[in-house]
């Protein structure tokens, strides 16, 4: 089943929001085994979406708009369905009782701006349990002239994920199991501290080993990650070629693959933490929390991260961490020894296995010739002593701020690798 | 100027990455007066590449394309762009001898995969001072035969910010400025705490007052945006009638206002903050760190955010925060005791004008019947006391965290805001 993603805003043509629904929908359409061929972004004017839509259909089976439901004068989309698929709007009396019951039980009237939100296109299946004001609704190929199923989202994130969960993957998955048609399924090695290229030559050529699946090379600050695909119809068949691929990968660059799922650093050392019975704790100076952010995104975190310290301020270093005030004056915020202070200050204080120290020159302000802009120092202490590290990273504010996590995660997972040999 | 923006790479259609190339590359270009008109994503395979190319062309002046110049097999941007413009690829002498000095520098040999990037459709401007191992390059209209600029750049998104700032957006505000075509800007009113149609009520139909400009209602989990959008080739005149609409709609819906330009609560906050002479320091469990990261994000943030604790365990919550071990168990982690008493415990501890304390069941375990995931207590402290409010999000951990750090900060812009009154 081929599927284009179309996601309609202005605001994303200014790049004033980041298109995560259209990542978000790629994602969970290419689990459940669809394929993706195209994905586009066009402003809320109704013949952009008109033409836009015509061009998708030709290409693809299933077209998934989001956006422009609202109920303000700047949304259009399902006029402009409307007009794709040549039907009227009609109201859908089911959803405007919905919106009516919803209105009373907040105790806010319902204005016709509101009431308006129940007007779609003839023929559609409207989805009353949609969560905004605005219902999702599909117009099958079955309705119109146009051989595409319509697939109509809001641009809510998170009302657009609960109508995908609720209503269009399983029916995608459906389609898909009912036809029989192969499925791709993929899988992701994650290597780090070894380039692209030299990867690359390490595997050797692909075509050799891969016989029909792909592999793709991903490079980002974190490190390359490797992604292998394979089609068949049988699960079963697509998890052993996936077996053997990865096998002849290991086989060439083991040394360098740190985990074998699309998780981040942090799950994979929350894991390693976790079967060897430790726990970790932060001291987060340039990063401000970001690190600890990291590590608690990962569901069940609290088995083995205790907590930290955010000491932005000097004092806060001291008083809460220890770090030694003669450290600080004579070293600096930013240097070796205020990173392995902060690293054991933050362990003995939580009294966990591991600590992190961070303490860096975010920008855009606070450098100098000696320490410019983008320097940090990274500290881990743990049963076996404190190492650190100085890393130099770039003038970009967020930037530094990202790969200070980045690393900081990495050297933990050093350290308790070295720890293995 | 209108602007196509080409983002190529199977990762962003399978939803492995997301695509922030495309937001930076249209936010950056709308900035110095382009219009963005398009953007789409297509697949690793040249005949995609290639019919894309002549799509977009039809419709811009300038194609932007990023992603798919790296070493490995699967990247195929060069060869697709020069079947595009009908050109042979050549080798680019000086690149090559770049690529070489670099590998020489970090005692690498250049493997003729390496090499191999060297390589560009003939008549390409090569930027030499590209930062990674793949040059950005542009092929002016004048050297082919479609009237499109086409300007390729590296997907890695460090590398293709860099090439942005040093050549595209200088080249592109040149081009701009010459023309003496309008230019169009735009100014965001930020709201909170008042629902999109109410707000649109309150507002009226805009035609009566933007004279020829834009508002759109951009409305997220954080309270609705609107942009007002106003053209002219006169900065001053853009600048005028900016104002003037921006008036209309405080006079409008001014109580609900909370900032008037496009940057987050935070630092919003932090600037009300730095105009009181006021401190903040921050006590977070469920979101393990996310809302230090939140306020260190804003440059300059030293100002005003000391720092804080992030107590995920009991003990931590206790030992750092000073939290009765009794409140822990008659009410429970997540509580509002728990909450007033880390919110004023960080606040003390740390020596701060205000203190906040966060403590939720983030999910997806730890719910309760009495408590369910999505349950989070937040308390701010502060001059005049404590005030606390029980929040009820959703199921999803990945929001309740992101939704908590946004409540947080509006509790305590709410804070800052009433002692006004």
Redesign the interface.
């Known amino acids: 089943m081929r599927i284009g993603i179309l996601t309609i805003g ?11 629904n ?9 689990n459940v085994g669809a394929q ?9 004017v109704p013949e ?1 979406i008109v033409s836009e839509l015509h ?1 998708v259909a030709s290409k693809v089976d299933v077209i998934i708009t989001t956006g422009g439901l ?5 949304d259009c989309t399902v006029e402009s369905v409307a007009s794709f698929v040549s039907k009227d709007l009609v109201q859908d009396a089911q959803w405007l009782q919905v919106l009516q019951q919803r209105f009373e039980r907040l105790g ?1 009237e319902l ?1 016709p ?2 009431a308006a939100q129940a007007m779609v296109p003839a023929g559609a299946i409207v989805w009353h349990d949609s969560p905004g ?1 605005a219902p999702g609704f599909m117009l099958p190929a079955s309705s119109h002239a146009h051989s595409v199923d319509v697939i109509v989202l809001p641009g ?1 994130p ?1 009302e657009m ?1 609960q109508l995908m969960d609720l209503h269009v993957l399983p029916w995608i998955q459906r389609c898909i199991e009912e036809s029989g048609e192969p499925i791709t399924s ?1 899988r ?1 090695l994650i290597t780090t501290g070894i ?4 990867l ?2 390490l595997i050797g ?2 075509d050799e080993f891969l016989q029909g699946g ?8 974190r490190g390359v990650r490797l ?1 292998i695909g394979v089609s068949s119809s049988l699960a079963a068949d697509r998890e052993q070629r996936l077996d053997t691929i990865e096998q002849i990968i290991r086989s060439r660059a083991g040394k360098w693959i740190v985990g074998s799922s ?1 998780v981040g650093l942090a799950e994979i050392i929350g894991r390693t933490l976790n079967d060897k019975h430790h726990t970790l704790a ?1 001291a ?1 100076s ?12 990962v ?4 088995e083995w ?9 000097n ?2 270093k001291m ?2 961490l220890g770090v030694a005030k003669s450290t600080l004056e004579q070293y600096g915020a930013v240097s070796e020894d205020v990173a392995r202070q902060m690293a054991e200050g933050v362990r003995t ?3 966990s296995t591991w600590g992190i120290g961070v303490t860096g020159v ?5 450098g100098s010739a000696e320490k410019p802009v983008g320097t940090v120092w990274i500290a881990v202490a743990g049963p076996h002593g404190t190492v650190s590290r100085l890393h130099t990273f ?1 003038t ?4 530094n ?1 990202e790969r200070s996590v980045a690393a900081a995660l990495f050297m933990l997972w050093e350290q308790l690798h070295d720890q293995d040999r």
């Open positions: 202005d605001e994303l043509l200014i790049g004033q929001v980041l298109n995560t259209a990542m978000s929908i790629a994602k969970h359409c290419t993706v061929v195209c994905q586009s972004t066009v402003a809320d952009h061009r609202g109920p303000t004068h700047d806010r204005t701006r509101n004001t809510v998170r994920q993929y992701t380039p692209e290229s030299t690359a030559d050529s692909p792909s592999l793709a090379f991903l490079p980002s600050q992604r699309d932060v987060e340039c990063t401000g929390g970001m690190l600890g952010g990291a590590c608690t995104d569901a069940g975190s609290s991260f205790l907590g930290g310290v955010i000491s932005y301020s004092d806060v008083s809460m204080a939580i009294g975010a920008g855009p302000g606070g770039t970009d504010r967020a930037n701020r």
